[in-house]
């Protein structure tokens, strides 16, 4: 449905690069709802939750101290199979290997440094959602051109 949401972040690299608003643009520009953004800097903690599919990984150790050493952009993005649209949009997760046009594919050389995050199931962007944000710092509002955007 169309109150689908997910959770993207711009990671450390994005911050650092100065690419908050390039990556905020192309979200608004496709037409989805920003509900939810802040910055902040991740705790190890957080993260290891956050990440906790990749706790055997042999980088994990690499990824938490990186994503923990300096801010994060994140943000919360609600619309129709925003969830898919979006893991199309920010690309494959080795930049090498993403499309031109994706987030990764025009901004990332490195897998470890890939820019953006974004959730990669329905379920996982729940499970996300709840682990950054605390429900009183998601919005619902009314977007004006809802009609123009959606049937
Ligand atoms: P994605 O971010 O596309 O969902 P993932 O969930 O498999 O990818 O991995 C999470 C992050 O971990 C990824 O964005 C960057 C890092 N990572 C993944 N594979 C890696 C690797 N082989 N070497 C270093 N970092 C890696
Ligand atoms: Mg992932």
Same mark, same amino acid.
Not at 53 to 58: A, N, P, R, S
Not at 134 to 137: C, G, L, R, V
């Given at each position: 449905g169309v109150r689908e949401r997910t959770l993207i972040a711009v990671k450390p690299d994005g911050v650092q690069r100065r690419l908050v608003g390039q990556i905020v643009h192309r979200f608004e520009q496709r037409g989805f709802k920003l509900v939810g953004l802040k910055m902040l800097k991740a705790s190890e903690d957080l993260l290891s939750q956050h990440y906790h &599919?990749? =706790? =055997? =990984?042999?980088f994990f150790p690499y990824l938490l101290c990186y994503m923990s050493s300096s801010p994060l952009v994140i943000m919360v993005w609600e619309g129709h199979n925003v969830v898919q649209t979006s893991r199309m949009m920010v690309g494959s997760t080795n930049p090498a290997e993403a499309n031109p046009g994706t987030v990764r594919g025009d901004f990332g050389i490195h897998v470890s440094r890939n820019v953006v995050h974004a959730s990669d199931s329905v379920e996982g962007a729940q499970r996300e959602i709840q682990l950054w944000f605390?429900?009183? &710092?998601l919005i619902d509002w009314d977007c004006c051109d809802h009609s123009s955007t959606y049937e």
């Open positions: &599919e990749l =706790k =055997k =990984k042999d605390n429900h009183t &710092e």
